[in-house]
């Protein structure tokens, strides 16, 4: 609300005044000889313009406050434009604000979740396999198309805390909790892997930080990367770095070139094995030209080849203790320079500990001659007329992984189309194929096998608004899934999706309803 100027306040309890004594001579001249009411009644008059004073000087008091408040606030955002932009990205209602205390100078608080629930049945309306991994490929990261492919409910709820201080230094504190299920019921907590996956505070703007480092910022705990991208339609990640450790964002170069800094510790095996469980420490230097990204990455775990279980017994005796990462990728603000949209493109590899491409330093099997390739590519453009889609395309051969001498080869394409019907209505089309060619030479019980996957989804799709938007939610889906593959992927291991009980080669026909939402 926008305060009143002093005059104007001024000249308001003015008026009050004359209005209160025109009211009282005109009392005195119908009730003249009742003295005795006419002071009784001054008196009362009196009582309540004082009372009217002292409200109307509260009034200014807090137009005062708020105008001040909103002065700072101005001032933090033009010289911290960072933050003014990740608070605009995600506002906070103002009685929220107050509520949380951003009235007393100590900050504010954020809340922000994702979490996708869903019902998937066979035409037989029973249990079926399901999830973007569904396939052999799938372990060693070969995602298909994920829509009305899911079966769980996956929840992550995040809680931030930020301030601007008065030397103009930024704080921010962010606790991260996830959960997955497969169960439909209501009470899982039998099989609930609710957990901490991130917590961590940054520290930016700092005033003795200048030069190179003048819009750094620098963290420590656990948490994902800043800088890790997805596609999320197909629920894979390009790269993600994740863990727990410290770094120093955004040390700026020039005008189109900085760099991040970072140190990660991961663990491999059991946690109830401390003695005999090797942690792998991975320094990245992450650089930006423009758009050009250029990822390196360096990774110990010393003693890994002598990591035992909680048994005692050596898990891997020629697993790598080493291991190197690198990637180069493309960030474009147009489709693939034709149109209107995005696209991102990457091109990784990994050695030794390395060769897990896409989470990083994540595999503690490895051996330390293994070589993997992965070629990321995806973008997002409207075509008119309500239409939109959005291509994705990933390859990955990776050779020597597990045991000397074995190879594991796939590439997925994906196409996601959205059809606008009305302003809370969409049709969503998906189809996935895949191709893989994986042979283990016996790594667990692994036999080898090629062929091809198929996967075709109609979705109905109800939202609030922004319809069309690929990355806008919540959103209702129903949804119908057909999936075919070669018989001889059913092969692959008796432990896995393919092969199993009422899921084989010949057409699989998958029905359901999902939710998805974030804010």
């Given amino acids: 609300m926008t305060a009143l100027p002093l005059e104007c306040k001024t000249v308001n309890k003015t008026l009050i005044a004359l209005t209160l004594s025109t009211l009282l001579a005109a009392d005195s001249a119908w009730a003249a000889p ?12 009196e009582k309540r313009l004082a009372a009217a004073e002292q409200r109307a000087s509260a009034a200014e008091y807090r137009a005062q406050a708020a105008e001040n408040q909103a002065q700072k606030l101005a001032t933090a955002q033009q010289q911290n434009p960072g933050i003014n932009a990740s608070v605009v990205q995600h506002p906070v209602r103002p009685e929220q604000n107050k509520a949380i205390g951003g009235d007393s100078g100590e900050g504010e608080f954020e809340f922000h979740g994702y979490a996708r629930s869903g019902l998937l049945m ?9 999830g973007p991994t569904v396939t052999p490929a799938g372990e060693t990261g070969g995602h298909t198309g994920r829509l009305g492919n899911e079966p769980d409910t996956y929840v992550e709820l995040n809680l931030e805390h930020k301030q601007v201080l008065a030397n103009g230094a930024t704080t921010r504190f962010k606790a991260m909790l996830a959960d997955g299920q497969r169960t439909y019921n209501d009470w899982s907590a039998s099989s609930s892997d609710l957990n901490v996956r991130q917590a961590f505070v940054e520290l930016g703007q700092l005033p003795t930080f200048t030069g190179t480092f003048k819009d750094s910022t620098v963290w420590a705990g656990k948490r994902f990367d800043r800088d890790n991208f997805d596609i999320h339609w197909i629920d894979s990640d390009v790269v993600f770095l994740a863990g727990t450790g410290a770094g120093i964002y955004d040390v700026k170069w020039g005008d189109e070139v900085r760099s991040n800094l970072s140190v990660y510790g991961r663990t491999f095996g059991d946690i109830e094995n401390n003695e005999n469980t090797a942690q792998n420490y991975i320094l990245t230097l992450n650089n930006f ?48 320079g034709l149109r209107e949209g995005s696209a991102k493109t990457a091109l990784l590899y990994g050695h030794g500990l390395g060769a897990e491409v896409k989470t990083i330093g994540a595999d503690g099997a490895l051996l330390p001659e293994a070589d993997t390739w992965r070629l990321a590519s995806y973008g997002m453009t409207p075509l008119g007329g309500g239409w939109h889609i959005a291509p994705a395309l990933l390859a990955q051969s990776s050779q020597d992984r597990y045991v000397r001498g074995d ?11 959205i059809q606008e019907i009305t302003q809370n209505f969409e049709m969503q089309y998906e189809g996935s194929y895949q191709y893989m060619d994986l042979r283990p030479e016996g790594y667990n019980n692994r036999s080898a096998v090629s062929g091809n996957f198929y996967k075709l989804t109609v979705a109905p799709t109800l939202k609030s608004g922004d319809v069309g938007e690929f990355l806008k939610r919540p ?45």
């Fill in 122 to 130: 066979n035409s037989s309306a029973a249990k079926t396999q399901g």
């Fill in 289 to 336: 030209v423009g758009p050009l990204q250029m990822m390196v990455s360096g990774m110990r775990a010393k003693d890994n080849n002598a990591r035992s279980d909680i048994e005692g017994n050596r898990v891997k005796g020629d697993a790598a203790n080493s291991g190197l990462h690198g990637l180069i990728g493309l960030h474009s603000d147009s489709f693939y």
């Fill in 407 to 417: 190879s594991y080869e796939w590439a997925t394409a994906n196409l996601r189309l």
């Fill in 34 to 45: 009742d003295t005795q009411s006419i002071e009784a009644r001054l008196a009362a008059m």
């Fill in 475 to 519: 959103e209702i889906r129903l949804f119908a899934s057909w999936m075919d593959w070669d018989h001889r992927l059913d092969n692959y291991a008796s432990d896995d999706a393919f092969g199993s009980s009422g899921f084989s080669a010949g057409g699989e026909w998958n029905f359901g309803v999902q939710m998805e939402t974030w804010f």
